[in-house]
């Protein structure tokens, strides 16, 4: 096993230098990162979870602070601080019952399938949510709708429930530590088929002869669209450029090569076409808690095209992007603005900054933000991992989750807002 | 990581073996060899000093290590012992894949000893870039450095590629926007081959030089004023063999690129390679300094920026372009305006206005406190009521209540400004004094007096002289600490253009004048007076267009020669000097003496007529006494009667346009030129015959001049008669 410290250190770099790019990438070895950290964490005999807490916090602090905009990192840290808080409870509570109330679990077992820990009847608040499984959003978005109907398994992590019902002290440690790695494992397994899961949605909102628009790149609607391809669904793309990086032009090439008819347009042209489409596709960079989108810039001129022709303004959106943090959230920095040379070409216009004539301002300034905010009024859809829902189910969904998250990982965003005031001056005077 | 991949992958396609042998070096200069920081340097090395809150060489290494630079060799020579304290304790020292050595040195004088030390320790073994530990870059290396090295293959003499920015000189101060000197470069456009490098100091002259074989050996050149050398080069091994083989080069760009490209014995040749969207400029000057700052903070060095590169959410950029720590106190009627840093633990008070300007760490400011486009480091103090304008102020200052900055003023380490002390512009102010003796050679700069041994005297100073300054009254009003530095004759024209202030307009002015003065002594190598008199003329910006239009030509030269006649009037300029412009003009608008008597008497005409007069009769006075009084300046143009012809036809035009008032007045002008002797009676008469046979409008002015002809006529035939 390479050095933990050294991994971190390296992550953090590239987070840093903002070398990596896409949120699915950035959550994903966010997760691989955790998982080879707590791996690494030395566990107490007692107050395993607590430890294991610390360590994912350190580390997790200072991925954020990396890069404060990148919000699937904030994200993935907290699930997985949640998934050690809920495993933990799922084996005090198993412990309980196994000294306690043995038979209770054998109906429980029954009853739940797979994995369910046995439950006492002390935690059976907690339980009743059947909480004590990771990923704890997704389990919510999926009980809602029907509480009694179970989530796609856990096996692995489940049979080691299984096996080890005698609540021996020295293999708990060693349990905990394995089914936080196991679910850990999950989420990234999770991370990794969003894509696929998302896209198998396709055929049931794309229909025949359909005119789809999207703006920019992403590989979310990639896949999602040439899924509807692949299952002989006909229908039209028209791609708006995505200035002024213009990943349209490659989003439409791939189009292309995949035998998708494509129209290729500006983004000032969204309007004009807006009245021929049949629905907007578009990704997301984040999903905020009240149902809010983070997404490339140009995208809330969209949406307002496309409410004003009542077009259904589709977000595809992992889970790994939901965060379960406000816009307005002081400590959300909804923002980076990226270098003006994107925009225009220093050199042609090094006469109008030069700085040394008159006020010694330059009358030019370019701002270049990346991404734009589209307020859930104007979302129709959101289509996840675990299907469609709309904006304010989005939102519903968070209060639970926030609840569920019992304050401590919310309190967690300002707990690393602190520190990191501390470390960042501590960066500056050395 | 990206760009380190791709240059990886690339090197890989054409010589695994090598690669595995040689990761991208890079040798870092941490020092400048200059002393335009002075008297700041005296006491920081120039890479330590803060850009917008962070080192400048944390800037430049930020670059190295993203542009997949593996191993970095620091040169520190003066103060080198606070260059390598500050590597060894920050992020540098610890970083994977990413190695800082530093190279001591105490006698180094000149980058060219630096390299020669360099090669000596026999470091480098392949490739490397060179740079000075004060550039700021965002470019990416691959392309540069694949395109070297192929080149490298194909021609073994292609040691050095330069990186290049277009950049436009400012046309009235003929230097960059880094307050660096117009640079001329002559590049051959297919090879990118570097031809010619000229800057200022060689071509003041008004013109520069390219050997005839360049064009005989290229098929094109492009001879650019608009380029920018980024100081980034990527270099052969070759090129440290051949600084210690020429251990007279001391100058990496006046040696070094001037050695190679002038003296082609050994062949060598140096390429550019041009960066269109991404950014590198080189802080050379207080100028560059401000630009570059500004740049920073408007984001054009995106990684490279202060919330980036600070790596933590501490610095938050917020509308506007203002850059915020956490942890700032902010009164509530205080104002930050746009494009302005504030450091962490920062303290401003009530109505004070801050706008374009950097403002370090624990920084206290009182209230009512005016600060625009400066520049303050950290754990500064400002009482209320100062005034700070374009000013760069180190850590440590305190001004006390009522001090003001006037524009390009420094304040070195720990100065203290009296009460209400008025700091007059461009001053330097330090604790140390000013050294007595100035090397006039660039090139032996701080390096000297510094290195080693000037550490520990300047520290020395620092304990001495502090307690003496506060006791007398000192050059900075009641209770200031800190010497004036005077400034230099010679340099002292010059100090607004490296300094943080914008040029002011008046100089701007000057200049624009200046040139046009300049621009026609070009044209006709004859140095003409009449530049002043141009500011209140219109066309001076047509004057810049093409003048290939005769025609235009001759509207200029016309107004050229009435303003120095009325200069001639109103400042009794002798009738003889007034000849030698005139005569100095025709020969640079290239015209005629008939042009000129035109002119000239199209001048007189219209002071005449602008000249208060109520009637015809008064009118007619003042054109005779300005006939009277310029007879003799007409007169030196008037060699042959073709130009007094041009006199009477230039007469009936203004009549006819300009000056319709003289219409009534023709035949008698006529008649005062010619008692005047100014005209011949020949010319009367030949104008006479050619207006004879024109159309019935031309003749208005023979048919009312006709008594006079004819009178004329008489005369001659009297004069025929006896």
């Known amino acids: 096993m390479p050095d933990t410290q050294a991994l971190v250190n390296d992550f953090l770099n590239k987070l840093k230098k903002r070398k990596i790019e896409g949120s699915q990438a950035t959550a994903k070895q966010t997760a691989e990162l955790l998982r080879s950290v707590i791996s690494q964490t030395r566990v107490p005999y007692t107050n395993q979870a607590a430890a294991l807490i610390q360590s994912v916090k350190a580390v997790g602090e200072g991925l954020i602070a990396a890069n404060p905009v990148e919000l699937a990192v904030g994200n993935v840290v907290r699930r997985v601080l949640h998934i050690i808080r809920e495993e933990d409870l799922s084996l005090t509570t198993a412990a309980m019952a196994g000294l306690n109330l043995s038979a209770v679990s054998d109906d429980e077992d029954d009853v739940g399938g797979d994995n369910q820990p046995v439950l006492s009847a002390a935690a059976i608040a907690a339980a009743s949510r059947s909480t004590l499984r990771p990923p704890s959003l997704q389990t919510l978005l999926e009980d809602v709708p029907d509480s009694a109907a179970v989530p796609h398994t856990s096996s692995s992590g489940g049979d080691s429930e299984g096996k080890s019902k005698s609540a021996d002290k020295s293999s708990r440690s060693r349990k905990l530590k394995h089914d936080v790695i196991e679910a850990v494992n999950e989420l990234i397994q999770d991370i990794n088929t969003c894509h696929e899961q998302i896209a198998e949605q396709a055929v049931e909102n794309i229909h025949q002869n359909e005119v789809i628009l999207t703006l920019g790149s992403s590989r979310t609607v990639l896949e999602f669209l040439c899924a509807a391809k692949e299952k002989k669904r006909s229908f039209r793309v028209f791609v708006a450029e995505g200035a002024p990086r213009y990943q349209g032009h490659l989003l439409a090439k791939e189009l292309v090569t995949r035998g998708l008819q494509t129209t290729l347009i500006t983004d000032s042209a969204v309007f004009a076409m807006i009245s021929r489409v049949n629905m907007v596709i578009v990704g997301a960079h984040a999903v905020m808690a009240n149902g809010g989108v983070i997404a490339p810039v140009g995208l809330n001129m969209v949406a307002l095209a496309a409410q004003k022709h009542a077009v259904p303004f589709v977000v595809l959106a992992g889970s790994h992007k939901l965060c379960p943090l406000y816009p307005h959230h002081p400590e959300v920095l909804l923002n980076e603005l990226r270098s003006p040379s994107e925009l225009l070409d220093f050199g042609e216009f090094s006469d109008c900054l030069d700085f040394g004539s008159g006020i010694g301002a330059p009358l030019l300034h370019v701002v270049n933000p990346t991404f734009d905010y589209v307020p859930p009024k104007l979302v129709s859809l959101f289509i996840t991992d675990t299907g469609g829902h709309n904006p304010s189910y989005i939102a519903e969904i968070y209060q639970l989750f926030v609840t569920s998250l019992r304050g401590e990982d919310m309190k967690f965003k300002s707990e690393i807002m602190k520190t990191n005031c501390v470390a960042g001056g501590n960066l500056v005077k050395s | 990581m990206g760009a380190q991949k791709k240059g990886a992958t690339a090197r890989v396609s054409e010589d695994p073996e090598e690669l595995a042998r040689n990761p991208l070096q890079a040798i870092l200069l941490a020092d400048s060899f200059a002393t335009t920081f002075r008297p700041i340097t005296l006491e920081r090395p120039k890479v330590l000093l803060p850009l917008v809150n962070i080192p400048m060489i944390d800037y430049t290494l930020a670059w190295l290590e993203s542009a997949g630079v593996e191993e970095v060799f620091v040169f520190c020579c003066a103060h080198s012992k606070q260059v390598i304290d500050y590597l060894e304790s920050s992020q540098w020292s610890s970083q994977p894949n990413f190695s800082v050595a530093t190279i001591e040195s105490h006698n180094s004088i000149s980058a060219g000893d630096a390299l020669r030390l360099i090669y000596e320790r026999n470091v480098i073994h392949g490739d490397f870039v060179l740079i000075s530990g004060d550039t700021v870059s965002n470019m990416l290396l691959t392309q540069a450095l694949q395109e070297h090295k192929e080149r490298k293959k194909k021609d073994a003499n292609a040691i050095m590629t330069m990186v290049v920015k277009q950049s436009k000189p400012s046309p009235i101060t003929q230097q960059s926007r880094l307050g660096t000197d117009e640079l001329f470069m002559a590049i051959n456009p297919v090879t990118k081959q570097l031809l010619c490098y000229e800057d200022k100091a060689e071509y003041s002259k008004g013109f520069i030089s390219l050997d005839k074989t360049l064009i005989a050996d290229n098929p094109s050149i492009i001879l650019h004023n608009d380029k920018q050398d980024c100081y980034i080069d990527i270099c052969s091994q070759e090129v440290l063999s051949l600084f210690t083989d020429n251990f007279d080069y001391q100058h990496l760009r006046r040696h070094f690129v001037k050695g190679l490209l002038v003296d082609d014995i050994m062949g060598y040749k140096i390429f550019t390679h041009e960066i269109h969207s991404s950014y590198a400029a080189r802080i050379d000057n207080f100028r560059s300094y401000d630009t570059i700052s500004k740049d920073i903070i408007q984001r054009w060095t995106y990684p490279s920026v202060p919330d980036v590169l600070c790596g933590s959410t501490a610095i938050k950029v917020e509308r506007q372009g203002t850059y915020r720590a956490s942890d700032v106190t902010l009164s509530r009627s205080a104002h930050v305006g746009s494009f302005t840093f504030i450091g962490q633990g920062t303290k401003i008070g009530n109505d004070t206005k801050i706008s374009h300007s950097v403002v370090g760490e624990g920084c206290t400011i009182g209230s009512n406190v005016t600060i625009e486009g400066s520049y303050i480091w950290n754990n500064v103090t400002i009482e209320d009521g100062c005034q700070l304008r374009h000013a760069i102020v180190c850590d440590g200052v305190i001004m006390k209540s009522g001090a003001v900055l006037q524009p ?315």
């Open chain 2, 408 to 722: 390009g003023v420094i304040l070195s380490f720990k100065v203290v400004v009296g009460q209400q002390f008025v700091v007059p512009a461009y001053s330097k102010v330090s604790l140390l004094q000013q050294p007595t003796q100035q090397d006039s050679d660039e090139e032996l700069e701080y390096a000297d007096s510094t290195s080693g041994t000037g550490e520990l005297q300047s520290e020395k100073l620092n304990g001495d002289i502090a307690p003496d300054l506060s006791e007398t009254a000192s050059e900075l009003g009641t209770g200031g600490v800190g010497y004036i530095w005077s400034v230099f004759e010679g340099v002292q024209d010059e100090e607004w253009r490296h300094s943080v202030a914008p040029i002011p307009t008046d100089k701007l002015v000057k200049l624009m004048l200046d040139e046009d003065e300049e621009q026609l002594t070009q044209d006709g190598n004859v140095l003409s007076a009449s530049g002043e008199l141009k500011a209140d003329s219109d066309d001076n910006g047509s004057e810049d267009e093409n003048n290939e239009d005769s025609r235009d030509d001759y509207v200029f030269f016309e107004k050229e020669v009435e303003a120095t006649f009325l200069r001639a009037v109103h400042e009794n300029v002798k009738v003889d000097h007034a000849v030698l412009e005139v005569n100095a003009l025709r020969l640079s608008y290239n015209m005629a003496s008939v042009d000129c008597a035109g002119a000239i008497f199209y001048s007189m005409m219209k002071l005449a007529v602008e000249s208060p007069h109520s009637s015809a009769s008064e009118l007619h006075k003042n054109a005779a006494e300005m006939i009277t009084k310029w007879q003799k300046l007409l007169k030196s143009f008037l060699h042959d009667i073709d130009e007094e012809i041009e006199v009477i036809l230039k007469f009936e035009e203004m009549c006819l346009e300009s000056a319709k008032e003289f219409a009534a007045l023709f035949p008698q002008v006529l008649h005062l030129l010619y008692d005047k002797e100014i005209l011949q009676e020949d010319a009367i008469l030949r104008w006479a015959d050619e207006k004879e046979g024109a159309d019935e409008s031309d003749k208005v002015f023979l048919k009312r001049s006709e008594k006079f002809i004819q009178w004329l006529k008489e005369a001659e035939e009297e004069d025929d008669d006896d």
